[in-house]
């Protein structure tokens, strides 16, 4: 897609910023730098922002740090410290991380005037870097209350950028000496996960799945990992099914940074087995995302911790009511009565209650609907995400 094509969604207006904006920026290299092209809200903005990048003058590229197993298992260790669990990482941890980092650093065609690392995989690269030009690290990550031992571990390696960026003024760290922006995640509205679809195509992709549509559908779009409590989502169906026949739909990938997803998995699985109607889906398929959030009677979100959690936008854009957690960035999104319901974490009796009232209120359904579409037109789409970039941009520079 083109920048002008989305003025049909959001106006004129916005668009005429970004260009202003993009002027003083015109021929500017940028390059973003991730662990994962596939799974997560990170490479799919990543897909959609590089290109716009791009078209309004930016020379941006986007490159991987390809690691090994070891380096993952490691990574996610320091992803969920971050995120306040009490990990231990031990010294040959640490030599692999920092070890693949700089063969990485090293080996990697790095002339760009900005350089923009996403989350913990490759943080530690500029320290194996003679750096002459901005450097920020993007956190996707909440890190409202980070482990102690693994943030002080990391907070040496974040000193050295220029700035840091997260998606909520509530994950800022007051101890960091860099200037720290805010930039939140959004969703492109023309990208496979959220393009129109109409009921034949939604009900032939359901089909391709065998999933049916003869019972109104919960939904939760996730990776099978414990942040994402999806062992709460099954209680919360289980409880829901006293009250109203449905379904469960849980689809998550299985990101190639994140080598947790197996084991919870199976865990999911042994307890999805005691219950019927819950069906998981572990596939990569955009088209099916889009179908499930669309058909969805009601879309769950019950993270434990959250940087954001696109899926919320997605299936707000979808006039799909949303009942999550409120933790993260998600409230950020959800407005609570209003754009969607939400509940403190594990309080699996009011996220059953609030399911409910969805799903045996018509008028509530389709008002939370409209109001949530509303909401992610005016804060949460591709153009106020790049807006955003060129700003920060301008001000790092």
């Known amino acids: 897609m083109r920048l002008e094509d989305y003025i049909k969604i959001i106006g004129e207006e916005t668009v005429a910023q970004i260009h202003a904006a993009a002027q003083p920026l015109r021929e500017q290299s940028v390059l973003h730098i991730n662990a994962t092209y596939h799974g997560g809200g990170v490479a799919e903005m990543l897909r959609t922002i590089v290109p716009l990048m791009n078209e309004i003058g ?23 410290g971050i995120q306040g669990e009490k990990v231990e990482l031990t010294q040959e941890e640490l030599t692999t991380y920092f070890s693949i980092n700089k063969t990485f650093a090293r080996y990697t065609p790095i002339f760009h005037d900005t350089v923009i690392v996403h989350d913990p995989q490759p943080l530690p690269m500029l320290q194996y870097r003679k750096k002459s030009r901005p450097w920020i690290w993007r956190c996707h990550i909440d890190s409202s209350a980070p482990n102690k031992e693994v943030w002080e571990t990391l907070k040496p390696l974040i000193a050295r950028y220029d700035a840091m960026i997260v998606s909520s003024e509530s994950f800022k760290r007051p101890e960091l000496s860099i200037p720290t922006y805010i930039i939140p995640p959004a969703i492109d509205p023309f990208s496979l996960i959220n393009q129109d679809l109409s009921p034949d195509d939604v009900a032939g992709k ?10 109104p559908l919960i939904v939760q779009v996730s990776r099978f990992d414990k942040w994402k409590d999806p062992l709460g989502v099954i209680e919360v169906f289980r409880r829901v099914r006293k009250e109203t026949d449905c379904r469960l739909v849980m689809l998550g990938n299985m990101a190639s940074d994140d080598p947790e997803g197996p084991q919870i998995y199976a865990e999911v699985a042994a307890q999805a087995g005691k219950l019927d109607g819950v069906q998981l889906i572990t596939q990569s398929d955009p088209l099916l995302v889009n179908a499930l959030q669309r058909s969805a009677a009601v879309v769950v979100q019950l993270s434990r911790k959250e940087g954001f959690g696109l899926t919320v936008s997605e299936a707000l ?34 996220i059953a209650e609030r399911v409910l009232r969805v799903l045996n209120d018509p008028e509530l359904s389709d008002r939370l609907g409209r109001e949530g579409k509303e909401h992610v037109r005016k ?7 790049l807006l955003d970039w060129l700003k920060v941009l301008a001000q790092v520079r």
Do not use: C
């Open 206 to 215: 359901l089909a391709e799945y065998d999933i049916p549509q003869d019972k």
């Open 317 to 350: 854009w979808k006039s799909t009511p949303v009942v999550a957690t409120r933790v993260g960035g998600i409230p950020l999104q959800i407005e609570d009565g209003r754009t969607g319901f939400l509940t403190d974490y594990a309080d699996y009796g009011t």
């Open 379 to 385: 804060n949460f789409l591709m153009p106020r995400l």
């Open 58 to 80: 930016l020379d941006a590229d986007w490159s991987l740090l390809y690691g090994e197993p070891e380096l993952f298992r490691t990574t996610k260790k320091i992803h969920n």
